[in-house]
């Protein structure tokens, strides 16, 4: 999964616009960069392994002359990060003549490669994408070149030509010197959007990368071709070239929302956006949701499909559906769906696919295989214009605002606000709980923002001390029971993935079946302990561990005597909170946890080591 930007000026070095773009799109993969531009008729490049910073430092990524560019920022899935596996990757002639990025998996390279290699191609790297650059050389034909002064055609026609014998994702972009005046960029599956300025075109992975630049987009769809001029901009059927005409969406996400606005990582800024964005949750279009929960009501089975924070998203609402909405759901890991219910799947299921980035390449899968059966797919995204947007026959857009930092934290939370709307019309159009329920349930969603503003302030401090006391362990549980059972599995993937803290959630009903063994003197055992049907018994969970000498930290109820009194250490959640709400106020402790335990422990938030924010890789 990589980040790919590029652009065509009408004047100026497209250089250092293309290594700010880069960095914008940093926590899409950060093991290597690179760029190359054309001048003059010629390809400049300059790449290597390592972070933006670092690479710049050493090669100065903004010198290289032209007004037309493109560029990439890695994260390895075909040959380990190095210089030569870096991308612009360049087709045999020297000087290069040919330089691509790509972001994706071409999943027939080594047939490609055999057929290029016997064709007396020489290949520098180990990476799938050089077949791209390679195979285009191929198609074009030198001689072909050489008797005629390059046109578009012929090298236009080579790299259609090329782009449809791939296959697999991609978001591929293309500059020649056989075509110095243009940028030509295709996508299947992989992320592209293009950026329209009074004086420039620009194309990217994503959003972020040229919003300082313009708010003017228009998405690429799978299987179309972008081919960027100084003057225009054109879309084409990759298939057949034929042309395509696609409306400019203003992007209504300020610049500076996709930056830092001065906390020091993207992470603890989007932990402290959370009220804002559950406002503008809040401020879901009424169509759409009517509309979902219409397909919901009607549905004759409900699979929820997702992978990491928004499964626990998922399994989260689960609850919601069945307790407010008497709607049996089946929260579903994306990777294991088609295993598990590829054959019994059909025409009256219902797939809800929940994915922030809306590419998450498993669970688009599990979206493929469920559409080849006639499901009908709904979906719930924080990306418009995202693949999963363009598959589902429904979806929501959940308005959370960009999130940079790779641990999702307030698109977690704007997932559950939106599920919880669901369920709450869903139950509502139902029947199934009174109007003066509903009403109070109404508010409680409504007044959810200003509690998590006031957790974040009056709690953040106490956490970091946590966070302090407890950086040396080496080993979490987070416990729970009921809904909060996701709220406790979301604690530990934050500390998990951002903290690099081994940890372990499981219903809490399920320790005595083996997991107790773990515990000694000092072990730690964190419990999201609500005050809801399951309180009884988790206060027995939590003696249970007290017992073997373990130590108590407890997300409970403000003032909650009983559970304060026997827990070692706990952070206080304001009164009044619905069950099927509670993992939206609950989690933000466990958020900040995660966060303060990486400061402590000297890692990145941001950039936590082998992940990436948007895995578009099976
Ligand atoms: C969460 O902090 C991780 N970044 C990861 O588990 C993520 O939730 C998962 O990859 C799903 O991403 P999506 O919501 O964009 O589909």
């Not at 598990?340 to 899968?365: C, F, P």
């Amino acid at each position: 999964m990589c980040g790919i930007f590029g652009c065509v000026l009408k004047s100026g070095s497209a250089a250092p616009i293309i290594h700010s773009a880069l960095k914008r799109l940093e926590y899409r993969g950060y093991d290597s960069v690179g760029e190359a531009t054309v001048n003059m008729g010629k390809l400049f490049i300059k790449k290597d392994a390592g972070k933006i910073d670092e690479v710049h430092s050493l090669l100065n990524l903004d010198d290289l002359p032209g007004e037309i560019g493109i560029g990439h920022t890695r994260w390895a899935t075909h040959g380990a990060p190095s210089r030569v596996n870096s991308h612009p990757h360049f087709s045999c002639s020297e000087p290069p003549k040919i330089a691509v990025v790509h972001n994706g998996i071409v999943e027939n390279f080594m047939e490609l490669k055999k057929e290029l290699d016997d064709a007396g191609h020489v290949f520098r790297s180990k990476t799938d994408t050089e077949v791209i650059a390679h195979l285009i050389e191929e198609n074009i034909g030198e001689k072909e070149l050489a008797l005629k002064t390059p046109s578009s055609s012929p090298f236009e026609k080579a790299i259609f030509n090329a782009i449809n014998r791939l296959q697999g994702s991609f978001a591929v972009a293309v500059v020649s010197s056989y075509e110095p005046n243009k940028v030509f960029c295709a996508r299947n599956e992989s992320p592209l959007v293009l950026g329209v300025a009074e004086n420039a075109f620009y194309f990217a992975s994503d959003i972020p990368a040229f919003l300082p630049l313009t708010n003017k987009a228009v998405y690429v769809e799978n299987g179309e071709m972008a081919i960027l001029s100084k003057n225009a901009f054109e879309i084409k059927k990759i298939f057949d070239g034929s042309s395509v005409t696609r409306d400019l969406k203003q992007i209504d996400w300020a610049p500076e929302m996709a930056e830092k606005q001065g906390y020091p990582h993207f992470m603890i800024k989007e932990i402290y956006e959370q009220p804002r964005c559950l406002r503008d949750t809040l401020r879901l279009q009424d169509k759409y949701l009517e509309l979902l929960t219409t397909f919901l009501d009607r549905a004759r089975e409900v699979i929820m499909v997702a992978c990491g924070t928004s499964y626990h998203a998922c399994l989260a609402a689960s609850y919601m559906f069945s307790k407010l909405s008497f709607l049996a759901t089946h929260p579903v890991i994306a990777s294991e769906f088609t295993g598990q219910h590829g054959k019994s799947v059909n025409i009256d299921s219902t797939i809800l696919a929940v994915s922030q980035s809306g590419e998450t390449a498993d669970t688009l899968a599990a979206v493929e295989t469920a559409r080849q059966r006639a499901a009908t797919i709904l979906g719930l995204t924080n990306v418009v214009g995202s693949t999963l947007t363009r598959v589902s026959r429904v979806y929501l857009s959940q308005q959370s605002g960009p999130e940079i930092g790779v641990a999702a934290t307030k698109t977690f939370t704007s997932q559950l606000s939106a599920l919880s709307q669901l369920a709450l019309r869903l139950a509502k159009k139902r029947g199934k709980i009174s109007q003066e329920d509903i009403d109070i349930l109404d508010e409680k969603v409504r007044r959810i923002p200003d509690i998590v503003e006031k957790i974040i302030e009056t709690q953040k401090e106490k956490v970091k001390k946590l966070a302090t006391k407890y950086r040396d362990k080496s080993c979490f549980f987070f416990l729970a029971r009921g809904i909060s059972y996701a709220t406790a599995l979301e604690g530990r993937l934050k500390l998990m993935e951002i903290a690099y803290m081994p940890a372990i959630a499981f219903p809490a009903g399920e320790s005595k079946h083996g997991p107790i063994s773990l515990i000694e003197k000092g072990f730690p055992v964190v419990f999201v302990c609500p005050p809801d049907q399951t309180r009884k018994t988790v206060i027995g969970n939590i003696m249970e561990m007290k017992a073997r000498g373990a130590l108590i930290v407890a997300i409970c109820e403000e003032n909650d005597e009983e559970i304060i009194r026997i827990a070692d250490d706990y952070i206080e959640i304001p009164k009044g909170i619905p069950e099927i709400l509670s993992p939206i106020p609950y989690v933000v402790p466990l958020q900040l946890f995660a966060y303060y335990m990486a400061i402590e422990r000297g890692c990145d938030p941001d950039m936590p080591r082998n992940l990436a924010k948007s895995v578009t890789v099976k």
